[in-house]
């Protein structure tokens, strides 16, 4: 059974950084194609990362050059690195598949203050 488990939420004033984690079992994360995703209230939920098994990682324009997306393959968990956040960062996070599977962990919450 697979399980996503993200972590490292909080909440940060703009311009500051949080290192989000998603702790994978029952899937090898080398092996498939993630994401993080993200949903803001009243909006839905958007892809703001991908790394692929070949290749290189793939962002949403609106966090290029301030997000990076990586993976510890001995640990078997993805991680998202966030600098510069602004207050329109605040959302709900979700590691999941690329393209996602169905079921969706319960996200970590990221609170970006002005």
């Known amino acids: 059974q697979v399980q996503l488990v993200e972590s490292g939420g909080g909440l940060v004033q703009a311009g500051g950084s949080l290192r989000l984690s998603c702790a994978a079992s029952g899937i090898d994360l080398p092996f498939n194609n993630m994401g993080w995703y993200r949903q803001a209230p009243g909006k839905q939920r958007e892809l703001v990362a991908s790394i692929a098994t070949v290749g290189r990682p793939n962002y949403a324009d609106s966090v290029k050059g301030r997000f990076t997306i990586s993976r510890d393959n001995a640990k078997n968990t993805m991680f998202l690195q966030m600098s510069s956040l602004k207050p329109e960062d605040t959302a709900v996070y979700y590691c999941?598949?690329?393209?996602?599977?169905?079921?969706w962990g319960q996200g970590t919450q990221v609170t970006v203050s002005s």
């Open positions: 999941n598949q690329f393209p996602a599977r169905p079921q």
